[in-house]
């Protein structure tokens, strides 16, 4: 059982940045693949972001792609979702979810476990 809590999200301008954390409780985190997803009024959770857990393997949706980085500390047992550039369009609730099988996963029904959400409101 792996429980995620999302942080950092806010409102910042366009052109902006935001640094999400996801916090893990458990004491096997490094073993899990992590993925960022977001989710705009009125449209289905899509996917972000992607790491493996090792950290040597990122995943990016193109839309994000050379805009957001991300990263995890299995130390901490945290994730990180480092977003420049933001757009209007970025706006959405951001979710952190953790995946138990060996290989990145990119669509939502592959992940385990999930966090509340973090709201990022992109003023244009």
């Known amino acids: 059982q792996v429980q995620l809590v999302e942080s950092g999200g806010g409102l910042v301008q366009a052109g902006g940045s935001l640094r999400l954390s996801c916090a893990a409780s458990?004491?096997?985190?490094?073993?899990?693949?992590m993925g960022w997803f977001r989710q705009a009024p009125g449209k289905e959770r899509e996917f972000v972001a992607a790491?493996?857990?090792?950290?040597?393997?990122?995943y990016y949706a193109d839309s994000v792609k050379g805009r957001f980085t991300i990263s995890r500390d299995n130390a901490k047992n945290t994730v990180y979702l480092q977003m420049n550039s933001l757009k209007p369009e970025d706006t959405a609730v951001y979710y952190c979810?953790?995946?138990?099988?060996?290989?990145?996963?990119?669509?939502?029904?592959?992940?385990?476990?999930w966090g509340q959400g973090t709201q990022v409101t992109v003023s244009s």
């Open positions: 790491i493996n857990w090792s950290g040597r393997s990122t």
């Open positions: 458990g004491r096997t985190f490094s073993r899990y693949v």
């Open positions: 979810a953790a995946d138990a099988a060996t290989m990145v996963a990119t669509t939502v029904r592959e992940y385990d476990y």
